[in-house]
């Protein structure tokens, strides 16, 4: 059964991976929680420049490399490595901008629209 809240181990898990993409892939411009009101499941959406240079399929790889390098309680199926052209990075187009910094307590954005975008539940760790 999907969470219909997420948990705070949830949330730094997501943190802490988030940290080691930075060391390992750089370019991440973008990092989120969001959930899926059709299918009730929360996906981390980590946006990186390296899925637009070298493609999905190898950024997954590094991707799953990172994950079996150390337990961070999530599984790559947790994780949607995404594009700068990735429908739902325009999600982070109507949030406030962090740059490059992690805000240390997600930006919770719940039932809202955010520009043409409705998002049921999220939660940012940035938005450049």
């Known amino acids: 059964m999907a969470e219909a809240t997420l948990v705070d181990p949830k949330l730094k898990a997501g943190a802490e991976l988030l940290g080691a993409l930075d ?3 750089g370019d991440v411009f973008g990092a989120f929680w969001y959930h899926d009101p059709e299918t009730e499941d929360w996906r981390l959406v980590i946006g990186s420049g390296v899925v ?3 493609g999905s399929t190898r950024a997954n790889q ?5 994950m079996n390098d150390r337990d961070f309680g999530l599984s ?3 994780v949607l490595l995404v594009g700068r052209h990735h429908p739902l990075v325009e999600v982070l187009r109507g949030v406030p901008k962090t740059g490059r910094l992690t805000l240390p307590i997600p930006l919770h954005v719940y039932r809202t629209m955010l520009g ?3 998002v049921d539940d999220a939660y940012v760790y940035r938005s450049t």
Do not use: F, K, N, W
């Open 116 to 118: 043409t975008h409705y």
């Open 76 to 78: 790559p199926l947790d």
């Open 62 to 66: 590094r991707l799953v490399a990172i």
């Open 23 to 25: 060391s390992a892939l």
């Open 52 to 54: 637009d240079h070298e």
